[in-house]
């Protein structure tokens, strides 16, 4: 059995596309922004990881999403670009296909809430009403791509004959992709394969349309969920870089292709994914938002394939399979991670960045990235491609407000710690001298008198890049403002300089997150 698609042709039945809404649905974490050319750089890394769908944002909610939305329709290219829509928006599809006009394959996902709970309480609406905004939003769609999607808000928890009758109305008014999100991680894999199995038998033109799931992981059935959505008949699945996304967050890409990929034997499904980046796109995504996935973390967490105990190591050692049910390789780990040192050239530094998974850095960027790298080389015995991957993710931001120059500190027992900073402010240098209970007090409080906010500390963390007294710091600072929250990353030798770019680097996010707001509700 085979689809047909508008922007893909023919799809075999093995095939499941993969719809990734890092920049739309991730983004909105708590926690969680990024600006115009973060946004970028992550929608050509996407493209190239193989992903067929990126949601590139929500047009109509600010001038900065559909800018983001519009960049990236026109720089990018293989993928199909998608921006979101209400159904009964006042202008959201007009704000969609204006973002979209540049787009190689563009697409309209336009949705509204289904579920008695949500027309009641949220929407205020009949269903009459909901049924037809839906005719009228999909055909709306349809005057600007042929490429449109729909979905049911809260679908998980509509009752099935009105889900029955929306998805028909979708289908009769132009929708190809029919989208059911279990929105609050509500769902069993159980009733997610009984609501995919139901649509395709009951709905008038089901086969002629992709099913598509969103499973939330509220109740950590993200993943299970959606792989028990591709046995009731899903084609495409909408997922995150790391599972980011509201509250919980949702499906996390990088383990739903590796489940549908080892398990082929179970599920029968292939994707275009080129797994081997999954662990390069982990940590670009982690470098961008400041906010890094725990260890443990499936697929891209850094004890993913590590073995402590004696029994594993053992096993290991006879046989990778005895403990490993898939090579560290196939997802972007390194067999070996000591590499370089205090002799190493240019040529050998960007060789090395090419082998851990980056794209080519600008020459300024790599310039800067390098001269870390030697400084770093010269006062460690031994550099890790971790303590790499630290320091160049760390210059590698684009297009940041405020920038580190130089900091010096004075601590001791017998004197009050001291903070000279220098730092600069949309291209202009400001200086503060302050001191403070302790030096990372002292040079927090410089930040806040070289420039000026209301955020306060809600978070401070520090951890090691890597093992030693030598080890590089990686810090994690959050800031809370006005009910938004950012975090912040910064890695060095020195656990102050980490801890002053990890706070600057939250800063940045602060003045991005602040130009996001709300779309006006349904009236």
Same mark, same amino acid.
């Given at each position: 059995?085979?689809?047909?698609?508008?922007?893909?042709?023919?799809?075999? =039945?093995?095939?499941?596309?993969?719809?990734?809404?890092?920049?739309? =649905?991730?983004?909105?974490?708590?926690?969680?922004?990024?600006?115009?050319?973060?946004?970028?750089?992550?929608?050509?890394?996407?493209?190239?990881?193989?992903?067929?769908?990126?949601?590139?944002?929500?047009?109509?909610?600010?001038?900065?999403?559909?800018?983001?939305?519009?960049?990236?329709?026109?720089?990018?290219?293989?993928?199909?670009?998608?921006?979101?829509?209400?159904?009964?928006?006042?202008?959201?599809?007009?704000?969609?296909?204006?973002? #979209?006009? /540049?787009?190689?394959?563009?697409?309209?996902?336009?949705?509204?809430?289904?579920?008695?709970?949500?027309?009641?309480?949220?929407?205020?609406?009949?269903?009459?009403?909901?049924?037809?905004?839906?005719?009228?939003?999909?055909?709306?769609?349809?005057?600007?791509?042929? =490429?449109?999607?729909?979905?049911?808000?809260?679908?998980?928890?509509?009752?099935?004959?009105?889900?029955?009758?929306?998805?028909?109305?979708?289908?009769?008014?132009?929708?190809?992709?029919?989208?059911?999100?279990?929105?609050?991680?509500?769902?069993?894999?159980?009733?997610?394969?009984?609501?995919?199995?139901?649509?395709?038998?009951?709905?008038?033109?089901?086969?002629?349309?992709?099913?598509? !799931?969103?499973?939330?992981?509220?109740?950590?059935?993200?993943?299970?969920?959606?792989?028990?959505?591709?046995?009731?008949?899903?084609?495409?699945?909408?997922?995150?870089?790391?599972?980011?996304?509201?509250?919980?967050?949702?499906?996390?890409?990088?383990?739903?292709?590796?489940?549908?990929?080892?398990?082929?034997?179970?599920?029968? /499904?292939?994707?275009?994914?080129?797994?081997?980046?999954?662990?390069?796109?982990?940590?670009?995504?982690?470098?961008?938002?400041?906010?890094?996935?725990?260890?443990?973390?499936?697929?891209?967490?850094?004890?993913?394939?590590?073995?402590?105990?004696?029994?594993?190591?053992?096993?290991?050692?006879?046989?990778?399979?005895?403990?490993?049910?898939?090579?560290?390789?196939?997802?972007?780990?390194?067999?070996?991670?000591?590499?370089?040192?205090?002799?190493?050239?240019?040529? $050998?530094?960007?060789?090395?960045?090419?082998?851990?998974?980056?794209?080519?850095?600008?020459?300024?960027?790599?310039?800067?990235?390098?001269?870390?790298?030697?400084?770093?080389?010269?006062?460690?015995?031994?550099?890790?491609?971790?303590?790499?991957?630290?320091?160049?993710?760390?210059?590698?931001?684009?297009? &940041?407000?405020?920038?580190?120059?130089?900091?010096?500190?004075?601590?001791?027992?017998?004197?009050?710690?001291?903070?000279?900073?220098?730092?600069?402010?949309?291209?202009?240098?400001?200086?503060?001298?302050?001191?403070?209970?302790?030096?990372?007090?002292?040079?927090?409080?410089?930040?806040?008198?070289?420039?000026?906010?209301? $955020? &306060?500390?809600? #978070?401070?963390?520090?951890?090691?890049?890597?093992?030693?007294?030598?080890?590089?710091?990686?810090?994690?600072?959050?800031?809370?403002?006005?009910?938004?929250?950012?975090?912040?990353?910064?890695?060095?030798?020195?656990?102050?300089?980490?801890?002053?770019?990890?706070?600057?680097?939250?800063?940045?996010?602060? #003045?991005? /997150?602040?130009?996001?707001?709300?779309?006006? !509700?349904?009236?």
């Amino acid at each position: 059995m085979t689809f047909h698609h508008p922007s893909f042709g023919t799809i075999a =039945d093995d095939r499941v596309i993969i719809f990734d809404t890092t920049l739309r =649905d991730g983004e909105q974490s708590p926690g969680f922004s990024m600006n115009l050319e973060e946004k970028l750089r992550m929608a050509h890394a996407l493209s190239a990881l193989g992903v067929d769908v990126i949601e590139a944002g929500f047009p109509v909610a600010s001038e900065g999403d559909f800018e983001s939305v519009r960049r990236i329709a026109e720089d990018v290219r293989g993928s199909v670009i998608c921006g979101l829509a209400r159904s009964g928006g006042k202008r959201d599809i007009e704000s969609c296909g204006e973002a #979209l006009k /540049k787009a190689e394959r563009p697409r309209i996902h336009n949705f509204i809430s289904t579920s008695p709970l949500h027309m009641k309480y949220k929407l205020r609406m009949e269903p009459e009403t909901v049924l037809d905004i839906i005719a009228s939003g999909n055909q709306k769609a349809r005057q600007y791509t042929d =490429d449109v999607e729909w979905s049911a808000e809260d679908g998980s928890r509509t009752d099935p004959d009105f889900l029955c009758r929306c998805v028909e109305m979708a289908i009769r008014n132009g929708a190809n992709t029919i989208n059911i999100p279990d929105t609050v991680g509500f769902a069993t894999p159980e009733e997610m394969r009984a609501i995919f199995t139901m649509l395709r038998e009951r709905v008038p033109g089901a086969d002629q349309v992709i099913f598509s !799931a969103h499973n939330h992981n509220d109740l950590g059935l993200g993943v299970a969920n959606t792989l028990a959505s591709v046995e009731g008949g899903a084609r495409q699945i909408e997922c995150t870089i790391n599972g980011i996304g509201e509250r919980a967050g949702n499906a996390a890409l990088e383990e739903i292709v590796m489940a549908l990929r080892t398990r082929h034997d179970q599920y029968g /499904k292939v994707t275009g994914i080129e797994t081997t980046k999954l662990l390069g796109m982990s940590r670009m995504l982690a470098t961008i938002t400041g906010f890094d996935v725990q260890p443990n973390k499936a697929i891209v967490g850094r004890n993913a394939f590590a073995h402590e105990s004696g029994i594993h190591q053992d096993g290991i050692l006879k046989n990778a399979a005895t403990y490993e049910i898939m090579t560290p390789e196939s997802v972007g780990w390194n067999k070996t991670s000591l590499v370089m040192g205090k002799h190493s050239g240019r040529a $050998a530094f960007r060789d090395k960045l090419a082998q851990l998974g980056y794209p080519p850095l600008e020459d300024e960027a790599l310039n800067a990235a390098f001269a870390r790298f030697k400084d770093l080389a010269d006062s460690k015995k031994v550099v890790f491609d971790d303590d790499i991957r630290a320091l160049v993710d760390d210059e590698s931001r684009d297009h &940041e407000r405020v920038h580190l120059i130089s900091l010096e500190l004075a601590s001791g027992t017998k004197q009050k710690s001291q903070a000279k900073l220098e730092i600069s402010v949309d291209g202009a240098i400001q200086y503060a001298a302050v001191s403070g209970n302790g030096p990372v007090d002292a040079a927090f409080r410089a930040i806040g008198e070289a420039f000026p906010h209301t $955020a &306060e500390l809600a #978070l401070f963390s520090v951890a090691n890049v890597t093992e030693g007294t030598d080890a590089q710091a990686r810090t994690t600072v959050r800031l809370q403002e006005n009910g938004k929250l950012v975090d912040g990353q910064g890695a060095d030798a020195d656990t102050v300089v980490s801890a002053v770019r990890a706070y600057i680097h939250a800063l940045n996010k602060l #003045l991005t /997150k602040r130009e996001r707001r709300e779309p006006e !509700a349904l009236s």
